[in-house]
């Protein structure tokens, strides 16, 4: 049996997050209901014109229309070097199933999504661990980067918006960082799934895959694109690499369910609005917030510069998960503990919400920590 370490966050998430009443550790940007999403798209009808589509497989990669779509989300990416996934968690094991073998060396940011550091030590890989700080503003350091790789370095793992801090890569960074692995000839794999979401749309960095021939990007409909309960994603590289991914990906997926693929289709043609849509909520949930902690005492933060989701730093003398347990039980009020990503000094908090939802998840927190000062 292949030992593989529980997945902690995912675990949390699993076990409470349908059973409270105010879930602020929801990473993606207010969800559409199709609905919704057919009237914003202006093609209320639509569910009736593929009435008549026949619920056979789909196109195996993912239809034209999708990958053409996603293509042009990038600088010089062809269609063909794309393929669509179940989500960028799919994505993510695929580039580590045909890419990592046992004895290789990964280099992964940690804290991240477990994922990116645990399935490659499942299958044999040496983790490193290139370990971001607050004090660093949870950034990668490159000096120490050049120390972890070695001559064994199959691949560099990044996180561009970072999960959980919501920190952002620089152009400079990014360049240096694949200067680093080019050395030792090694893939660099970027998990872009918060791609798309910046606070200062002058914050916004291009993609591995755009700066770098040996760069692997995956990218997701569930963040910045507001459909996650569609379940798909996709992953980009050069055209060799891609076949290898194609090649496993028999194993595990064939196609992507039709009725999904063609809502992602009309996503990605009405992509700007959407994400204009998205990048407005967040902007003024993170104003809401950072006013709130800025008043908080027993709270701070490294804002974040992306994505939407924040990592606070809590001043209290106990765990984040005797807290976040606690919140549960006593305001019925959900985050993630920073446990779940090796700080059990912070809390993951979401705020892609609506606004209601997190002034009253904030209220209850307040009241929370008010009884423990």
């Known amino acids: 049996m292949v030992k593989v370490d529980e997945f902690l966050v995912e675990r949390w998430m699993n076990e409470y997050e349908h ?48 990958r053409e779509g996603i293509a042009g989300l990038y600088r010089d990416v062809d269609p063909g070097d794309v393929l669509v996934t179940g989500g960028a968690i799919e994505a993510n094991f695929n580039s580590f199933y045909s890419l990592v073998e046992p004895g290789d060396t990964v280099v992964s940011v940690y804290p991240t ?16 661990q290139l370990r971001l700080l607050p004090e660093n503003r949870w950034l990668p350091d490159v000096e120490e980067l050049k120390t972890l790789v070695d001559r064994d370095t199959k ?56 700066v770098y021939e040996k760069g692997v990007a995956t ?21 060799e690499t891609v076949h290898h991914f194609k090649l496993r990906r028999d194993y595990t997926t064939i196609s992507k369910g039709m009725i999904d693929d063609a809502l992602g289709a009309l996503a990605i043609q009405n992509i700007d609005r959407i994400l ?37 730093r809590h001043h209290l003398d106990a765990t984040a998960r005797d807290i976040c347990s606690e ?30 939802v997190l002034r009253e998840g904030l209220d209850r927190f307040k009241s929370y920590l008010d009884g423990r000062r």
Not at 113 to 128: D, I, M, N, R, T
Not at 229 to 235: P, T, V, Y
Not at 297 to 309: E, K, N, Q
């Open 113 to 128: 999504y477990q994922q990116l550091y645990s399935v490659p030590k499942s299958f044999g890989a040496k983790v490193k």
């Open 327 to 356: 919140l549960i039980e006593e305001k019925s009020t959900f985050m993630v503990p920073g446990d779940c990503f090796g700080f059990s000094d912070h809390i993951r908090i979401g705020y892609g919400n609506d606004a209601e």
């Open 219 to 239: 990218g997701s409909f569930s963040k910045p694109i507001s459909l996650t309960g569609l379940r798909l994603g996709w992953i980009i590289a050069d055209h």
């Open 155 to 210: 691949m560099i793992v990044i996180n561009i918006p970072h999960n959980p801090s919501g920190s952002l890569i620089d152009v400079p960074t990014l360049k240096a960082i694949c200067e680093v692995a080019e050395d030792v000839g090694a893939y660099v794999h970027s998990d872009e799934a918060y791609r798309g979401l910046y606070l200062d749309p002058a914050d916004r960095v291009p993609s591995v895959v755009d």
């Open 19 to 66: 059973d409270v009443e105010i879930n602020m550790a929801e990473t993606c940007v207010k969800p559409f209901t199709l609905r919704e999403f057919l009237e914003f798209t202006g093609r209320p009808g639509y569910i009736e014109e593929i009435m008549d589509r026949r619920l056979t497989y789909g196109w195996i990669e993912g239809s034209p229309e999708l």
């Open 276 to 312: 204009e849509r998205n990048n407005r909520i967040i902007k003024a949930n993170h104003r809401l917030l950072d006013d709130w902690i800025n008043g908080e005492p027993l709270i701070d933060w490294v804002p974040p510069r992306a994505g939407s989701v924040g990592f606070m």
